[in-house]
């Protein structure tokens, strides 16, 4: 049995989580907290996103080889779609898990919001919304 401590800021933490209302705009608030990478995965990995890394490693090194600022220009094209397209899937993945924390009971939207604080090192900026969400 692994037996964890909680550290001051978590207790604060868990404290602010407590006595707060669980109302939509602190869950979300909390969510855009989160950085970007946590929603990447599995899609990174598969499909078009992976076609898109493909292509621009391709395009990076035929520029390399050939020296062409055309292919420089046609990576930075390219990269601007494939940063466009990971924006999209973070927005869709943050919307979802708000939807999701929203339709569980209070104890336990405290509870994944909680782990997700904890699991980012979120407990400064989570705890500087304590006068904004005031009790």
Do not use: W
């Not at 855009?32 to 995965?41: G, H, I, Q, T, V």
């Not at 890394?53 to 391709?58: A, E, G, T, V």
């Not at 973070?90 to 919307?95: C, Q």
Request: net charge neutral.
């Amino acid at each position: 049995m692994i037996i964890m401590t909680l550290s001051y800021k978590d207790l604060e933490v868990k404290e602010f989580l407590a006595t707060r209302q669980m109302t939509r705009e602190l869950v979300k608030q909390c969510i855009a907290m989160l950085p970007d990478r946590e929603f990447y995965y599995p899609e990174i990995e598969c499909g078009d996103l992976k076609d898109y890394q493909i292509d621009l490693n391709n395009l990076i090194g035929q520029a390399r080889q050939e020296r062409d600022v055309q292919l420089y220009a046609n990576h930075d094209y390219l990269r601007r779609e494939y940063d466009e397209q990971l924006l999209k899937l973070v927005l869709l993945k943050r919307h979802l898990l708000t939807f999701g924390i929203l339709m569980q009971d209070d104890d336990k939207r405290r509870e994944i919001l909680f782990r997700l604080i904890q699991e980012n090192c979120l407990q400064r900026r989570v705890l500087s919304l304590k006068e904004r969400f005031r009790m």
